[in-house]
């Protein structure tokens, strides 16, 4: 099976791996900015995730190995690859196993280490959800309020609404499944991994997910790797500053 993969523009091939709960149409806005400088984007839904296929194996070996598939299947190579959190690790596990796919690499707040599990509250909320009494967007968002009170999160979750049937609501990732597996997306990179082409890891400046200490974990994986901060950026750096993420980001590939 393949993953699906919204393509679009012309040129170079550059691919963006989405977060843990989110699709690659999370990244359209900015996807469509990058294709006007010249680069055919793929915004790839990982599997149990979006409109790509669920399947019960989840982890960052077998996503690789998804991303692989679809390369080959769309005769991709010299790649461009950005990653974001989740699809941040997937890529970095991508470029240190199949480095001859990538032309450069660039990862958006995550670093290489293990990170502890933090999305209880997030999949209680979704699992809470009720679609046999849920009819509305609005009742949906209600209902999962009462487990994740930030607006922009609860929003960012509720793009996974989708209408199964007329009338009935229901989520497009794999919620079980995700669950079941949640410990799979905080796994750190292999220690033998490296990647010795440039590599740019974008991070928040009001986001904890790379922290001074994470420098030499990076610089140990990614020889040839840069660390830029975005000002007025949480952990969702493309959204909360996406002027200067774009701007960092060609500069980057256009070097």
């Known amino acids: 099976m393949i993953l699906h993969g919204n393509k679009f523009g012309e040129g170079k091939p550059f691919i963006i791996l989405h977060g843990f ?33 669920h399947a ?47 032309n450069r690499l660039l990862v958006a707040d995550i670093s290489p280490r293990y990170y502890p599990v933090h999305h209880d509250a997030i999949l209680e909320g979704l699992t809470s959800l009720d679609f ?11 209902a999962l309020a009462n487990y994740v009170t930030e607006v922009g ?17 229901g989520l497009r990732i794999n919620l079980p499944i995700l669950k079941e597996n949640v410990s799979e ?9 490296t990647f010795f082409k440039p590599t740019l890891f974008l991070r928040g400046n009001k986001s904890e997910y790379i922290g001074p ?4 974990i990076i610089h140990r994986h990614f020889t040839d790797a840069e ?12 959204a909360e500053n996406p ?13």
């Not at 989110?22 to 793929?42: I, P, Y």
């Not at 598939?69 to 690859?81: G, M, P, S, T, V």
């Not at 999160?153 to 609501?169: D, I, S």
């Not at 660390?227 to 493309?238: K, P, R, V």
């Open 21 to 53: 709960l989110g699709m690659g149409d999370n990244w359209k806005t900015l996807g469509c900015q990058f294709s006007k400088q010249g680069f055919e984007m793929h915004l790839v839904d990982q599997r149990n995730h979006g409109r790509s296929f």
């Open 56 to 102: 019960k194996d989840f982890n960052y070996d077998i996503l690789a190995q998804d991303l692989k598939a679809y390369c080959e299947f769309h005769k991709l190579e010299d790649i461009i690859l950005l990653g974001h959190s989740m699809g941040g690790k997937t890529a970095m596990n991508f470029a240190t196993q199949y480095p001859d796919y990538v």
């Open 132 to 142: 046999s009494e849920i009819r509305t967007r609005g009742e949906a968002d209600r």
């Open 153 to 169: 999160t609860r929003l960012f979750l509720l793009k996974n609404l989708h209408w199964v049937e007329k009338g009935k609501l």
């Open 185 to 193: 997306v905080g796994e750190a990179l292999s220690s033998h991994a």
């Open 213 to 216: 200490t994470d420098e030499s």
């Open 227 to 238: 660390i830029l901060t975005i000002s007025n950026a949480g952990h969702w750096l493309h």
């Open 243 to 255: 002027k200067d993420f774009f701007n960092a980001v060609v500069q980057f590939i256009n070097i």
